[in-house]
């Protein structure tokens, strides 16, 4: 059994640095003193003095983090109500129904989604740019996050929500004061993990940019096909950083909240119901 779990571990660290060498290579070579990626010359940050000196590259960058931002604001505010939907299907059959649908863009590649918005762009006239580029990555992400919501109101004891019925709480009150608070581990989770999707996506946002718009995705491809300048060494470390960063985030919400967190806020829920009452 030890040797097994000997070879399996060897397994893992062999994936691990299969995956994972070209990245830190790249990173590596993105403090070279010299200008290419065939000889190390020695220690230098001047390709991260050249990435930041060059102002359309800067501008992209800003351009990739707000549709990163608002795209996952949007994905998230319409996945948490399309999660909320799917659980109060009371039709297992329709349930299922809506899971798969919205399962599609999960499992469809990434160049059937984006020829499907080109062409759709296209049929509504649709200028291709910032618009197009914002619509389709909320599309992509609400599944992602519908994926993370809803299993935080499955986990939910329906028993809640009647006291706080019970106790004279209406609608809204069910859901800010109850089943939002509830899933809001999974909803901050569905938001990081949006955000991570949208600034990693090539293949959809290149088949819908346009009017002189682009993200780093499609820009680092652009200047890869004439050769690779190591400011983009520079400019892919800084952002793998960051999306290590948002991944570090995203785990720590999934895995750190623990059941007692969990029970304490279940009582809040229950004495802010009653709270309600009394007024």
């Known amino acids: ?3 097994k779990h000997r070879w399996g571990r060897i397994y893992l660290v ?4 299969l995956m994972y060498a070209p990245i830190f290579y790249m990173i590596f070579f993105a403090f ?3 200008d290419y990626m065939t000889e190390f010359t020695g220690f230098s940050l001047k390709h991260f003095a050249n990435m930041f000196a060059d102002l359309r590259l800067m501008g992209i960058l800003l351009n990739t983090f707000i549709i990163a931002f608002l795209s996952s604001l949007l994905a998230t505010l319409i996945g948490t109500f399309g999660a909320l939907g799917i659980y109060q299907t009371k039709r297992a059959g329709m349930r299922n129904f809506m899971l798969s649908l919205n399962n599609i863009l999960l499992v469809s590649p990434d160049v059937i989604i984006g020829a499907s918005f080109l ?5 509504l006239g649709l200028t291709l740019g910032f618009g ?3 619509i389709a990555h909320v599309a992509f992400s609400i599944p992602i996050v519908v994926l993370m919501v809803l299993p935080r109101l499955n986990e939910m004891d329906s028993a809640l929500i ?5 106790l004279g709480a209406n609608s809204w009150q069910v859901l800010s004061r109850v089943i ?4 809001w581990p999974g909803i901050l989770a569905g938001f990081f993990m949006a955000i991570t999707y949208s600034l990693d996506d090539f293949a959809v946002t290149f088949f819908v940019t346009g009017n002189g718009f682009s993200t780093l995705s499609v820009e680092i491809y652009a200047r890869a096909r004439h050769g690779i300048d190591l400011s983009i060494n520079a400019l892919s470390a800084l952002m793998f950083g960051v999306s290590l960063i948002l991944v570090m985030i995203y785990y720590y919400i999934t895995n750190r909240t623990g059941r007692s967190a969990l029970t304490k806020h279940e009582e809040a829920v229950v004495e802010s119901s009653e709270m309600v009452v009394h007024r």
């Open 119 to 123: 062409i759709l762009f296209t049929m």
């Open 162 to 166: 009647r006291a706080a019925q019970d």
């Open 1 to 3: 059994m030890n040797k």
């Open 14 to 17: 062999f994936v691990f640095i």
């Open 32 to 34: 070279n003193k010299g």
């Open 132 to 134: 197009s580029v914002l």
């Open 180 to 183: 939002l608070p509830y899933t």
